[in-house]
Nanobody, 115 residues
Framework: VQLVESGGGLVQPGGSLRLSCAAS????????MRWYRQAPGKDRELVAE????????NYADSVKGRFTMSRDNAKNTVYLQMNSLKPEDTAVYYC?????????WGKGTLVTVSS
């Protein structure tokens, strides 16, 4: 299983970014996917999750209405569209999947929201 995140960077408050996570090594369309984030000095938190076919998504209260998770099963990729970014969204963002009861994580991509 390999997960590779991309798309992070520095953005001003109110701006937008789209993160991507390219997956390989498992049958992507058979598994729900998740995005987490970890801010400096804080625990990792679940940001969003999406079902296998993308028909259902759940979001942390802190990002509802601002973030949208999607997936393209033909490309083995999940996305996180982040709008109206706030300084408190600054974190390393990870995608994750549980395959046969084992959790797999990417190395993460850093998002910094600052003026």
């Amino acid at each position: 299983v390999q997960l590779v995140e991309s798309g992070g960077g520095l953005v001003q408050p109110g701006g937008s970014l789209r993160l991507s996570c390219a997956a390989s090594g498992f049958t992507f369309s058979s598994y729900a996917m998740r995005w987490y984030r970890q801010a400096p000095g804080k625990d990792r938190e679940l940001v969003a999750e999406i079902t296998r076919a993308g028909g259902s998504r759940n979001y942390a209260d802190s990002v509802k209405g601002r973030f949208t998770m999607s997936r393209d099963n033909a490309k083995n990729t999940v996305y996180l569209q982040m709008n109206s970014l706030k300084p408190e969204d600054t974190a390393v963002y990870y995608c994750a999947v549980s395959v046969y009861g084992m959790d797999y994580w990417g190395k993460g991509t850093l998002v910094t929201v600052s003026s």
